[in-house]
DNA sequence: CGGTAACCTGGGAT
DNA sequence: AATCCCAGGTTAC
């Protein structure tokens, strides 16, 4: 991550000095199959055990899996472009860079991984398979939805293999503590701040790579240091949270793992707990960590696309509390158990950053400044709610 | 208990 | 140039 200005060094970006990987020097023919990556001197990281150190398929098809749909799209910001169609990110403590294999068709097109870097190879497999929720067919959700939707019937084709990560808690926790109120650039070097303080695990394509720190890392760095890296008023939750997760019996990280088998309810209530945690960031959690497939996130963009094509009666009304979860049910009801998931295909529908993908007719068409006579509107949508409600 | 203002920061619009 | 507004919201009044 390449910041705008010199900042004061942070508390472990020493890289902390790891035994050599034991495994003799790669053969020319392990180095032809390295990752694209414009400085390759900086490719440090070798697999400590098990061989292999090259480029292997992963079982599925593009739209079962698309890596610019996946990671780019504010799920992660722990994810890196490190080729054409290539990303690297750490899972736990392995290192793996996944790329797009071209194909005539989507059948005898997928996807390949590389692992840069793991205690046991074996284990890297399992851990990404994990992480990437492969368990579950997209293909098998996608379609009720588009029976379902015409909005997302429409979109589907556009955004196939938009996939919702099943990430470790604590990282997706201290992910979206810094996404309240805020920008995709902005959370992205912030957590690049938090993520320097965990273990390094080896650098790509000029980024480098950390294991995500522990709870015990984390209580390391003060609330004025995270303000000098920019968290501004987010510093205090960040500090709030690790002391509060500290004092859970067991552990913080066990308790927010432990949260995988309670009700959705339950869940959103035991992370607002959390300082910084409010019912936005407690559905990213749910949905992106914690198996809550029906968790919906209302945000702005939620907002906006539940007004204009799920409950048009909103146009032009406030985003209160009291909407929201209104807004929220309104998705379950129309999608079932894996509402979170079509929310996410439908955000991502909404995202400038994307719309590039979609035909123009489909692209939604930001509401512009509201003339006067809107003002009205808004209280007629106002009005509407209300009685919406009892 | 529901509605509002304040909160850090940086980029883009007015 | 100065100010406003917004960005995947939460908290305190």
Same mark, same amino acid.
């Given at each position: 991550m390449k910041r705008q200005r010199p900042k004061p060094p942070l508390l472990s970006s020493k890289r902390p000095s790891r035994p050599q990987p034991s495994t003799p020097p790669s053969s020319i023919h392990h180095l032809r199959s390295l990752p694209s990556s414009k400085t390759k001197r900086n490719l440090t990281c070798q697999s400590a055990q098990s061989p292999p150190l090259s480029w292997e398929p992963l079982n599925i098809q593009r739209s079962e899996l698309s890596l610019p749909l996946t990671f780019p799209t504010g799920q992660t910001f722990r994810w890196k472009q490190t080729g054409p169609s290539q990303f690297t990110g750490p899972i736990k403590s392995h290192l793996i860079s996944l790329k797009h294999i071209d194909g005539h068709d989507d059948s005898s097109s997928g996807v390949a991984f590389f692992v840069h870097r793991t205690p046991d190879h074996l284990q890297a497999v399992s851990a990404l398979h994990d992480y990437l929720n492969l368990s579950l067919s997209l293909a098998d959700i996608w379609r009720k939805f588009s029976e379902s939707d015409a909005r997302f019937a429409q979109l589907a084709p556009h955004l196939a293999g938009a996939r919702v990560l099943r990430q470790d808690p604590v990282e997706c926790l201290f992910q979206f503590l810094c996404s309240s109120n805020n920008n995709i650039k902005r959370i992205t070097n912030m957590v690049g701040v938090i993520s320097s303080l965990g273990?390094?695990? *080896? =650098?790509? *394509? *000029?980024?480098?790579?950390? &294991?995500?720190? =522990? $709870? &015990?890392? $984390? =209580? $390391?760095? =003060? &609330? &004025?240091?995270l303000r000098r890296d920019g968290f501004g008023y987010r510093a205090k939750y960040i500090v709030g949270t690790v002391k509060a997760l500290q004092l859970k019996p067991g552990g913080g990280a066990e308790w927010l793992a432990s949260l995988r088998d309670l009700e959705l309810r339950e869940v959103i209530d035991a992370l607002c707990t959390l300082p910084g945690v409010g019912p936005k960031v407690a559905a990213c959690i749910a949905l992106f960590s914690l198996d809550q497939h029906h968790a919906i996130p209302v945000d702005t963009h939620v907002w906006q696309i539940a007004s204009r094509y799920l409950m048009p009666e909103l146009a032009g009304a406030r985003l209160t509390p009291k909407l929201c979860s209104h807004v929220a049910e309104a998705f379950v009801s129309k999608f079932g158990k894996y509402a979170g998931w079509a929310q996410n295909v439908l955000f991502i529908g909404d995202l400038p950053s994307q719309k590039a993908l979609l035909p123009s007719d489909l692209c939604s068409v930001k509401e512009t400044k509201l003339a006067s006579s809107e003002y009205e509107k808004q209280e007629v949508a106002v009005e509407l709610v209300r009685k919406l409600m009892d």
């Open positions: 273990d390094y695990l *080896g =650098s790509v *394509g *000029g980024f480098d790579f950390h &294991e995500f720190p =522990s $709870l &015990e890392q $984390l =209580s $390391l760095v =003060s &609330e &004025e240091q």
